[in-house]
């Protein structure tokens, strides 16, 4: 298998946390390992960290993962995650698999050439699910079913959620997998204790214009939507400081940030790089271009720690 193989390669080793539109930053990350010719042997991800992990290791260069997430204006993202009432979420999650079928559908993980896992949530046992085998399109589906958004993925008897559920950076499966050194980046919301994440003021007169449409008079389903997230807006920038859903919201970002200090505690990473995206939303695709600035300028910040890490008597950068 890959994975096994890539254990004696020299390079590092990827944890690309969950973090929704905040993961983009992870392409800025992996363009600048390529600028300053730092070998990567494996990756594994969460959740968005999953799926740009997937495009890496399926043999896309970091520019042309680029290239894919610059290319998602607002619109595209609203037709994404168009809701269609599934069971189990508000958007069924066909749109988004046919998306990624058409990039990563001929791809079996332990054919890949370097090492790959994705992480995600068992919804009936509350087990975290690690996914190094079978075809790669699933494992990301299954890594990015966010709870409540996204209807979990079916991967033989079991429905699977969100990896960010329970393991929002999984540092601690790559080493255990891959060994080291272990490059972690944290994109999570409780990355970010003194950040609140703030849309684009052009945002409500976007969804506005929606709300115009002829045809989405006709879509009750997407009225209403559209119109929660126009109240979710209002609330966030100009509305009580602690409305139930920021608490709500809250109470999960600290979970996450726990998780993460524990796992941390126990078996922490070599190097953990928190690029500057507190203040962009979870799908906020279309500030692709902020979100990769910022995980680039991380990693660059970082170089001269990065190359001192060491893998089998050699270390990973020149």
């Known amino acids: 298998m890959a994975g096994e193989a890539s254990a004696n390669k020299p390079g590092l080793v990827l944890a690309l946390g969950g973090g929704g539109a905040r993961g983009l930053a992870h392409i800025g990350v992996l363009q600048a390992l390529a600028e300053y010719a730092v070998p990567v042997r494996a990756v594994v991800g969460t959740s968005i960290g999953a799926e740009i992990g997937a495009f890496y290791a399926s043999g896309m260069s970091p ?3 680029d290239d894919l997430a610059t290319a998602f204006d607002w619109k595209q993202t609203l037709q994404l995650f168009m809701p269609d009432l599934a069971t189990g979420g508000l958007v069924s999650g066909r749109k988004i698999m046919d998306f990624l ?22 919804l009936e046992s509350g087990e975290a699910v690690v996914l190094q085998s079978g075809p790669l399109v699933d494992a990301v589906r299954a890594s990015i079913s966010l709870p409540g958004l996204i209807a979990p993925h079916r991967i033989g ?46 945002w409500p ?26 109240i979710q807006y209002r ?8 409305t139930a859903r ?30 500057e995206v507190g203040r962009i939303g979870p799908l906020e695709f279309y500030r692709a271009d902020e979100a990769i600035a910022a995980g680039y300028e991380a990693m ?18 020149r």
């Open 63 to 65: 520019d042309e993962i």
């Open 205 to 230: 007169e976007r969804v506005q214009q929606l709300l115009r449409q002829p045809w989405t008079k006709r879509a009750e389903g997407l009225r209403a939507w559209l119109e929660a997230q126009l």
């Open 101 to 122: 079928q058409t990039r990563l559908g001929p791809y079996r993980i332990e054919k890949l050439s370097i090492g790959y896992a994705a992480v995600a949530t068992d």
């Open 235 to 242: 609330e966030r920038n100009d509305g009580p400081a602690w």
């Open 157 to 202: 008897n079991r429905y699977l959620l969100d990896g960010s559920v329970l393991n929002p950076l999984p540092f601690d499966v790559a080493r255990s997998l891959f060994g080291g050194p272990v490059l972690a980046v944290a994109v999570h919301a409780g990355a970010y204790p003194s950040a609140r994440a703030a849309r684009s003021s052009q």
């Open 300 to 317: 660059t910040a970082r170089l001269d720690e990065l190359k001192k890490l060491t893998v089998t008597g050699r270390r990973i950068a």
């Open 246 to 275: 920021r608490v709500l919201d809250q109470a999960l970002d600290l979970t996450q940030a726990e998780v993460v200090r524990l796992r941390a505690a126990a078996s922490p990473p070599d190097l953990l790089l928190v690029p």
